[in-house]
């Protein structure tokens, strides 16, 4: 079972599916692919960026990354990860 951080919401697992199945996306993107509506996305990202699940590859480009891989294969509990302050 995945553990959550108190700050995720449950479209965050979705946005980070969509990652994972399709590459570097952006907001829209996440929408185009059945996730939650651009603007959502588009706040949500940025808060996934600053603990590490996802990296901002270019504006509004995002991939996700190896922590976020094993948040969603359940090896890594989003609770332990702390906020990188120069994140987007």
């Known amino acids: ?3 959550p951080a108190d700050w ?3 479209s965050d697992d979705r946005i980070l599916e969509l990652l994972r199945e399709e590459g570097n996306l952006t907001p829209q ?3 185009d692919f ?3 509506v651009a603007g959502h996305a ?3 990202l940025p808060v996934l960026a600053q603990y590490g699940l996802v990296t901002k590859i270019s504006r509004g480009l995002y ?3 190896d ?3 094993a948040y969603l294969d359940e090896n890594l509990d ?3 990860l702390e906020s990188v302050a120069d994140s987007e």
């Open 1 to 3: 079972m995945r553990q």
């Open 67 to 69: 922590s976020g891989e």
């Open 63 to 65: 991939r996700i990354t």
């Open 78 to 80: 989003a609770s332990e």
């Open 34 to 36: 059945g996730g939650p």
């Open 8 to 10: 995720m919401v449950p």
């Open 29 to 31: 993107a996440v929408e």
């Open 42 to 44: 588009s706040d949500r």
